[in-house]
């Protein structure tokens, strides 16, 4: 587990789809996404992590945090800038890794 923060703030026009997300190795937070509460998930409430970025006719990118242990998880529809999809991808292949190594992780 990394001790170090990352924080990840998405910026949009609309208040649905802006947002912060943070990890800091063992609890993602996420705020904002027009809630007007965080959402805490630890790593074991976490089964994986899946970043959709398709958009059609049938699908719109989003994030999923798929929930185990009695946590119901987290899935957002988001509308990243384009400058920010490396970001979200580092984001949710560090939370994943985190979710892989924690005991009876996913993956």
Known sequence: MSSETIELVLQHEHPAS????TFDGS????FGFGLDRSVRLHIRQIGKVELNEEDG???AP???FEGRLGSTGWTQVIDPAESDKPK???FAAAVDAAVSDSPGGGG
Do not use: H, Y
């Not at 802006?18 to 997300?21: D, E, F, R, S, V």
């Not at 609890?27 to 996420?30: D, F, G, H, P, W």
């Open 18 to 21: 802006a947002g912060m997300l």
């Open 27 to 30: 609890v993602v937070e996420i």
């Open 88 to 90: 979200l991808e580092q």
């Open 57 to 59: 006719v049938f699908t």
């Open 62 to 64: 989003s994030l999923r």
